[in-house]
Structures are given as C-alpha cells and as structure tokens.
C-alpha cells in the first residue's frame, strides 16, 4: 500500500532537483537544502532575508560589473538577472540582462560576466543585490539572490572558474521596439547574440522590470508539469 505521504515526497523530490543553484556571487543561503523554510518560489528572494554584517554572504564584486554562475537544471528556461543597490534592497530596479532577458537551452552551468547598465557607476564599498530568476514555459518562477559589496580591488573570475557547459547556451530574446505586426518579416538582421560574452549592447539598459514581472505573476500549476516532466 502506498502512503500518502510517500507519494508526496515522490512528487517532490524531482521538483526541488529541478531549482537552480546561484553558484556565484555566493547566494544568501543554499536554498535547496531541505529542512529550511526557503522556497525558490517565493518572491523575491527565496524568503531568505539579506545578509547583515554578522549572518549571510557578501561577496565584493567589481565596479563595473563582475562574475555570474548558475546551475541550471531544466531543458531550457527564460533568465532574468536583476540589481537593486542598497543593504537591504527591495527594489531590484536594474536589469543586467538588459534590454531584455536571456533564453538559456540546456542544463549545466552558465557562468558570464555581467556589465552593468549604462550610467550606473557604483561607488567603491557600495551594497547591493543581485536577483535571479528563471521563468519556465507555464510562466512560473524561480528566485535567488545574492548579496554584493562593489569593491574597486574586486575581479572577475578567472576563466577556469567560468566556465559554461558546452550544452549550454543563451539567446536574448528580442525587445519588441515597435507594432509592426510579429510575422516573420525580420529586416533587421536580428541575430541575437550568443552565449559566451556578454552581450555589450548599446541599447540603453532600459529597465525590463515591468515585463519581467508580468511574466512572473502566474506562479500557479507548474508542479504537475514538472513533475510528470521529471519523473517519466
Ligand atoms: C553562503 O554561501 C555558501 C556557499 O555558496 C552556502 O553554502 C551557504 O549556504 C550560504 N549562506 C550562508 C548563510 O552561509
Ligand atoms: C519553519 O517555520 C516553522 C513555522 O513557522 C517553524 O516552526 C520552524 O522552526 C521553521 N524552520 C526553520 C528551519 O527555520
Ligand atoms: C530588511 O527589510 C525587510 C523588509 O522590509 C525587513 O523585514 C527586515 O527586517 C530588514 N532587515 C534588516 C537587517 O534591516
Ligand atoms: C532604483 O531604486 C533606487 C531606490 O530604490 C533609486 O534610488 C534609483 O533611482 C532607482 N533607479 C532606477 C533606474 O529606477
Ligand atoms: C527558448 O528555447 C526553447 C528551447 O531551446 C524553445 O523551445 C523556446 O521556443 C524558446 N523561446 C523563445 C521565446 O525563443
Ligand atoms: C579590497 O578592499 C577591501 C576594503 O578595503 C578589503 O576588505 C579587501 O580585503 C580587499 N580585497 C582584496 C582582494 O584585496
Ligand atoms: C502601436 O499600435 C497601436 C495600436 O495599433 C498604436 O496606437 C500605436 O501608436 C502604435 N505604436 C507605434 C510605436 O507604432
Ligand atoms: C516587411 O516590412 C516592410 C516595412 O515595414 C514592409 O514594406 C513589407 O511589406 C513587410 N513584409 C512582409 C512580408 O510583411
Ligand atoms: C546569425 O549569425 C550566424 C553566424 O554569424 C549566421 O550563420 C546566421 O545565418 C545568422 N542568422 C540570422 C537570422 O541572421
Ligand atoms: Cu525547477
């Protein structure tokens, strides 16, 4: 006879193998670590509050910019990094997967260096917060954070400890800058850049929070699909 609660833990153990992992900058806590209270899906941040100066993680990240890397575990999913500055920030109000976001295919590790938006300098000890988010097909949403000191003395990774899988890649998704109606009429050589560097587009950095969080709002019904998805 099968319990109950046997086929509630076979229904959630493929959910919680199929969150991601921030690798780097250090995420506030191991979010898939069972027998906490963190949960990848709530918002914004997994439900693990910012690091203080005697409990977290904060990991001093370059001025200009610095170091991600992820563990994605699902066939592909929509990627959103965003940056709020502060100590302990609610507002995670810049987008470093600007103008959009990325579509990243295959499970492994991502690992990029992320410039910051345009006209965004700052200063040398200055707090801040990084969020990551994953979007599947049905909408639903993934969170971590991670929190950052920028530090002028502060690196990249090298380019042995970032590394990307090679069955892993992204795209951006294309901004929709005007009404022309969607049909494939691409004029404008649209080749999204790949992978690897990123992405140094000029456009502005204009902030895709708003669509992110639309995107984000049907947090419902997943479940099932992942785990169907996982299990057979
Ligand atoms: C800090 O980062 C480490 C390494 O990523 C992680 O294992 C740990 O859970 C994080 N949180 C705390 C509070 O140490
Ligand atoms: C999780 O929340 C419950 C209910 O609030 C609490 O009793 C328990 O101690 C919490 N567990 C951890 C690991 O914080
Ligand atoms: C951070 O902000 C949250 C929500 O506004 C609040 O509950 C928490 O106490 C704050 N933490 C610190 C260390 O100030
Ligand atoms: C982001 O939010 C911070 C405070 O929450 C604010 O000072 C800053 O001007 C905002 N930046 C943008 C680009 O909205
Ligand atoms: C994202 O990539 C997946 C798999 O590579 C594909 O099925 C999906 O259609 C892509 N989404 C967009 C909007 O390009
Ligand atoms: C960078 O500067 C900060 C603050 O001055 C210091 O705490 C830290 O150890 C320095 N890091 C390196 C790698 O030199
Ligand atoms: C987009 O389409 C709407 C409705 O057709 C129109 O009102 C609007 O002016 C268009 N915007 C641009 C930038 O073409
Ligand atoms: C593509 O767009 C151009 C300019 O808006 C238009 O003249 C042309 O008819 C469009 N072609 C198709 C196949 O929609
Ligand atoms: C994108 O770029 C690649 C390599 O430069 C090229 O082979 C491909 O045809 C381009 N695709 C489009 C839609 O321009
Ligand atoms: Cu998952």
Request: with cysteine.
């Amino acid at each position: 006879m099968v319990s109950a609660t046997l086929l509630f833990a076979a229904a959630i153990a493929p959910l919680a193998s199929a969150h991601f992992a921030l690798e780097y900058p250090a995420w506030r806590a191991d979010t898939l670590e069972s027998g906490t209270n963190y949960s990848q899906w709530q918002y914004p941040c997994a439900g693990v509050p910012a690091s203080t100066s005697t409990s977290g993680n904060r990991t001093d990240w370059p001025l200009k910019g610095g170091s991600l890397k992820v563990d994605l575990h699902h066939p592909w999913e929509y990627v959103f990094v965003n940056l709020g500055l502060g100590s302990n920030v609610t507002n995670f109000n810049y987008t470093l997967t600007g103008p959009t976001f990325w579509n990243v295919t295959g499970a492994g590790t991502l690992c990029v260096d992320l410039p910051l938006p345009e006209g965004l300098n700052p200063s040398d000890g200055q707090e801040g917060s990084i969020q990551v988010v994953t979007v599947g097909e049905s909408g639903s949403a993934l969170y971590n954070c991670a929190d950052i000191t920028f530090r002028a003395n502060a690196t990249a990774l090298s380019k042995d400890e970032c590394k990307t899988d090679e069955k892993v890649s992204f795209v951006q998704i294309k901004e929709q800058s005007d009404n022309s109606t969607d049909g494939g009429n691409s004029t404008d050589g649209g080749n999204s850049t790949d992978g690897g560097d990123s992405a140094d587009d000029k456009k502005s950095g204009a902030s895709f929070v708003g669509l992110n969080t639309v995107a984000l709002t049907a947090v419902v019904g997943m479940a099932l699909s992942f785990v169907t998805g996982m299990v057979l």
